[in-house]
């Protein structure tokens, strides 16, 4: 697999919006645009375009429409954007651990909301009233 470092946002979006569905040159900015509230500048996106087209992970298609190119992931390509986001899925993992409790019924992780109930002299967490509840009728 080529070495390809995604080092800011608009790389590693553009790897999403390809994952998502083959779009034109100018409609990933635009895109981008949208999802990062910021200009970008085609030279931000093309020459990564060429990078990615080099590696064998895009590949193009002329349409007839002002000779517009379609990109899109290769088998290749999709094989990287997937071992990508599984590392990025490592770091959010690392960043959202410590936030989670764990339901003292169903054992689910609870990141936000769930409840909290006083058992004997003991507040647990849970991820719902019902766990709640059934847990109160078990013990």
Known sequence: MENIKITNLVKFYTLLLLSHSPKHG???IKELEDKLERKVSASHVYPFLKILKK???IKFEKTSNREKKIYHLTK?????????LNRFGDFIDIA???KLTVCAHCGCSIYKGGCKEKIRGKILAFCCHHCAASFKKIK
């Open 96 to 98: 959202i651990e410590p």
């Open 26 to 28: 100018y409609e990933i």
């Open 55 to 57: 590696a064998n992970y």
């Open 76 to 84: 290749d390509g999709k094989i990287f954007v997937k071992s990508i």
